[in-house]
């Protein structure tokens, strides 16, 4: 995940592959309450790692349910409270996750009456802002005790009883639908904890929103053992003695709705027989966003699907502007909106009134954030016109900590397929967390682009100048990939110590440079180096590998054969390059390249103090001198000697320390962008 403030994109202008997608937040969560509420234990698989799921799972774990990682299959393993409370008082914070306030709310609100406790809810300050009052409403008739803390109708909320109270459940229990689907499934996920002795039955008050969501929770209740019969959508039975039972194992689809950005993705992008592979969700989900496809088929997708998966791939172009009731597919439909950038005519959402109480008001923050990159928007009270931009304008796009947000406007990156080329800024890109973490690496594994249009920092500089630390530390505050030119060298030099390869042979080394099996760790492996195999992270940064990298890199065949394996290192989001010919060589053409130095002396100092610290002595004077001898070999060989290139900003490090230079490093990128005045 980028937890960095601003990612930015280049123009875009391809894409294909496969894209595994993470679990199912509406499944995840409904499947965690049920499974908490059950006796027994209940193995989930391919459960979602997120933000919305951290928060249920605390919430359980603060319940008394027993969360762990089963060793055998891999899959989560919950165990539940069996319907009877072993915790009765606790403070659950709960995000900004509706699928965890409302459902839990209830729960917690029927079993505080009967069997006694005080629980409090609360969540981010948006959490604050959307409602519950319905709820709320539909609860405190059965006798439910439920305090508002802050504005009434919205969390936090205090739910409290006294063990042995009783609820009124002989009447149906009214609940309005229509600013919310989750205060129905909250009372349907929670009421089997109270059907022991009779039937119980809800009653919808005006037209449901969000049905398919509804459709999600009836579906989990039967898996756990729960029939409810539906009249329509607006009357619901709990049959009496209903009990939780766990199914022992249940798998969670891939999320529906994250399906939509890459069917859009596909709509748009994957070209001249290019293919984008969604796995996880097919023709057989429970989920009603599934339902999308239909609208980007409308809109020109060309898409097929089957069991667990989908492909698309761009059908009619450009897109056709169409008009949707789009009340079904509440989350997906945000994705349409991005789709309309790409389209013919414009594109009209309506019956998505709800949009304005998620995680933000969500009419509002699209039509804006629509209009930066150029796009006209009209927009009402519930629906939505966005029509394609005349011209596109690079743009800084507000996220609103809204994971939809950051995920549709991601999709106008992809400006190219119409002839714009203007870059993208997302602000606060994290916010995927809440039910897509690495949303942005799936993408960039997917994207094409242009190679000129993917930006390129350099950071050149003799021996232990500091470069490395510097182009590691900027490459992670712009979220961009590292090449460490020096190691390609480094670990050729290995290579040829390996083979009893003499350093003089340039033949034999150019060959060695050429199929070099080398791998750089990313994720949790990130900064570790494979060659053959074999860990040499350490290895590499041994003073002999060091030596002979300067040695083997001296020789004009040994440079070639490594060129095309550094061009390829120029992948979106970007690249920070570092060694010693980055932005003569290789990256002539980089958007910024900095030559760092530093005196001798302060040089030697710092490689002493490093090898004294891994407890290696070291002399000083010693170390200065084979510095200055590298320093020299670096500069006066005849292929690619260090120097600055004619464009490079000179950075001096001696007196700075490492967060100065990247400091000044990030201020020169940011005035050599074109989001200055707007982020
Ligand atoms: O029950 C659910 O899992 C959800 C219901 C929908 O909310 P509304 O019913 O408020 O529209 C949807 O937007 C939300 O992301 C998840
Ligand atoms: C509305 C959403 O979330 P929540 O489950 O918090 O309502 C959403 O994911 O788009």
Known sequence: MYRIPFLDLPPLAGAAGTVRLPGSKSISNRVLLLAGLAEGRTLVHELLASDDTAVMLDALRALGCTVEQDSASGALAVTGIGGRLPVHAARLYLGNAGTAMRPLAAALAVLATLQGGEFELSGVARMHERPIGDLVAALRP????????????????????????????????????????????????????AADAQDIVVEVDGELISKPYVEITLNLLARFGIAV???????????????YRTPGTIHVEGDASSASYFVALGAIAATGGDVLRIEGVGSDSIQGDIRFVEAAQAMGADVRTGPGWLEVRRGRWPLQGITLDANHIPDAAMTLAAMALYAEGPTRIEGIASWRV?????????????????????????????????????????????????MCLSLAAFNPTVGARVPLRILEPHCVA????????????????????IPVITVDGPTASGK?????????????????????????????????????????????????????????????????????????????SGLMASRVSAWPAVRAALHA??????????????????????????????????????????????????????????????????DLRDRSRSVSPLKPAEDALMLDNSALSIEDSVAQVLAWWQQRRPFGHSA
Do not use: N
């Open 434 to 453: 809440k039910t897509f973490p690495d949303y942005f690496e799936a993408l960039f594994a997917l994207a094409k682009a242009d190679p000129a249009d």
């Open 565 to 630: 394996l550094q061009l390829s290192f120029r992948r979106a989001p970007g690249l920070v390059a570092d060694g010693r010919d980055m932005g003569t060589v290789i990256f002539p053409d980089a958007a910024l390249k900095v030559f760092l130095t530093a005196s001798a002396q302060e040089r030697a100092a710092r490689r002493h103090k490093q090898l004294i610290s891994k407890g290696i002595s070291a002399s000083l004077a010693d170390l200065r001198a084979d510095l200055e001898a590298r």
């Open 468 to 544: 490395g630390t510097l182009a590691a530390e900027i490459a992670a505050a712009l979220g961009y990939g590292l090449l460490d030119s020096g190691a390609l060298y480094r670990a050729t030099g290995i290579a040829a110590m390996w083979d009893g390869v003499s350093p003089d042979d340039e033949a034999a080394l150019a060959t060695l440079a050429e199929g070099l099996d080398l791998r750089f760790g990313d994720g949790a492996d990130a900064g570790r180096t494979w060659l053959r195999g074999r860990d040499i992270t350490d290895e590499l940064r041994l003073e002999t």
């Open 229 to 243: 019969r539906r009249e329509g959508w607006q009357r619901f039975t709990i049959p009496q003695g209903s009990r």
């Open 142 to 193: 059965l006798g439910c005790t439920i305090d508002e803390l802050g504005t009434p109708g919205y969390p936090p909320l205090r739910l409290r009883g006294t063990a042995g109270g009783r609820l009124a459940l002989e009447r149906a229990i009214r609940v309005r639908g229509d600013v919310s689907s989750q205060f129905l499934t909250a009372l349907l996920l929670a009421l089997p904890l």
């Open 358 to 406: 998620k995680e933000t008001d969500r009419i509002a923050a699209m039509a804006a954030e629509l209009r930066r990159v150029g796009a006209s928007v009209v927009e009402g009270a519930d629906f939505i016109e966005v029509s394609a931009p005349e011209t596109w304008l690079p743009a800084a796009i507000r996220t609103y900590d809204d994971h939809r947000m950051a």
